[in-house]
């Protein structure tokens, strides 16, 4: 089994649509969490950044992690064919070394 | 601008032979990483180093290495020893002072075995 866990979609909604990203996570020492945006042929960008459970809000995204169920969302309201991207959960349980998620693509149609 | 480049962007090398990707930051961060992606999969850790002269092995570091001369510069080579090269590579770096687990990622190179 996998550290972590993460649908690699590819998941398509229509533009104005509320998107959901998951992942689930087996190292119950993982103590900061973060969601990264993938264009492609690009490096991966940072977009949210949450330390131990909780929600953090950013704009038009919203990251939830509960480390009770091991499981982390990202939310994107009002979704833009802008968003169209692979999205990648990263953790990690301090020192510097990220776990990834495989990456979920995501695909906005106007 | 305060960033990470990597070059080149894309890399065609021929089996048996050893090739250098370059990653530069001006971001005065003190570690470094490199990473591999194969299509549909995460990031795999190859290296990373956290001071200059000293680097750690990651998760697939064989085939590969490394070196940190300088602050700024962490280049990878990937040598004849790695079976299945091809990939997109991928540096980051991040401050040790603050926020140690947010890591910023250059462009990225794609390499392509002939």
């Known amino acids: 089994q996998k550290e972590v866990e993460q649908d690699p979609g590819p998941l398509s909604v229509p533009e104005g649509a509320i998107v959901s990203l998951n992942c689930t996570y087996s190292?119950?020492?993982?103590?900061?969490f973060m969601w990264y945006r993938q264009y492609s042929r690009k490096g991966p960008e940072l977009l949210m950044y949450?330390?131990?459970?909780g929600n953090k809000e950013d704009g038009r995204f919203t990251a939830q992690v509960d480390k009770s169920s091991k499981y982390i969302s990202l939310f994107i309201r009002d979704s833009q064919p802008s968003d169209s991207a692979t999205y990648l959960c990263?953790?990690?349980?301090?020192?510097?070394?990220?776990?990834f998620g495989q990456g979920t693509e995501l695909s906005v149609k106007p | 601008d305060g960033g990470i480049t990597q070059s080149p962007k894309y890399l065609f090398r021929k089996e048996g032979q050893n090739v250098t990707l370059s990653c530069e930051q001006n971001?005065?961060?003190?570690?470094m990483y490199w990473y591999r992606q194969d299509p549909g999969q995460g990031l795999r850790l190859i290296y990373y180093?956290?001071?200059?002269?000293?680097?750690q092995k990651g998760d697939i570091a064989e085939g590969y290495s490394v070196s940190r001369e300088k602050k700024e510069s962490f280049p990878l080579t990937v040598t004849s020893a790695q079976k299945n090269p091809t990939a997109f590579y991928l540096c980051?770096?991040?401050?040790?002072?603050?926020?140690?687990?947010?890591?910023?990622f250059g462009p990225g190179t794609r390499l392509t075995v002939l």
């Open positions: 980051a770096s991040s401050s040790l002072d603050y926020n140690a687990d947010t890591q910023y």
């Open positions: 190292n119950s020492a993982f103590q900061y």
């Open positions: 949450t330390y131990s459970s």
């Open positions: 990263a953790m990690s349980a301090g020192g510097g070394k990220l776990i």
């Open positions: 971001l005065n961060h003190d570690a």
């Open positions: 180093s956290q001071i200059v002269n000293d680097f």
